[in-house]
């Protein structure tokens, strides 16, 4: 049985029993979708960066035509190798002040960089 089928058949005993408990079906519904909401809060809170997919965390991006020749990559300027999680932004200290303040950073690098060539 794969994880997936598995969650699925705990919720819906979970949903069934809480039913039963509660006389609401939506109320038991709720209450099971608070976990994974809690869940994914948790995990966004103690890991608010993923690795950049552009650059594959490396903060360097190849040029498709030619793979020797390479530059800093332009997405993960302002933390190089990562960005953002989604809803990290939203619900933790990276906030939106801190996400214009990478954004800063990242233009500032890039004008740097064009102003070296």
């Given at each position: ?6 969650y ?60 020797w ?49």
């Amino acid at each position: 049985m794969s994880p997936t089928t598995r969650y699925l058949v705990i919720g819906g005993v979970l949903v069934a029993l809480l039913t039963h408990w509660t006389g609401n079906f939506y109320v038991a519904v709720a209450l099971v979708a608070l976990i994974p909401a809690a869940r994914y809060w948790w995990s966004i809170k103690t890991h608010p960066f993923v690795t950049c997919r552009r650059c594959a965390g490396t903060a360097s991006h190849r040029d498709p035509l030619m793979p020797w020749a390479k530059r800093e990559c332009y997405r993960c300027l302002g933390s190089p190798g990562k960005t953002v999680r989604w809803g990290s932004r939203t619900f933790t200290r990276y906030g939106k002040s801190e996400h214009r303040a990478v954004q800063a950073k990242r233009t500032t690098a890039r004008e740097a960089i064009r102003q070296k060539r």
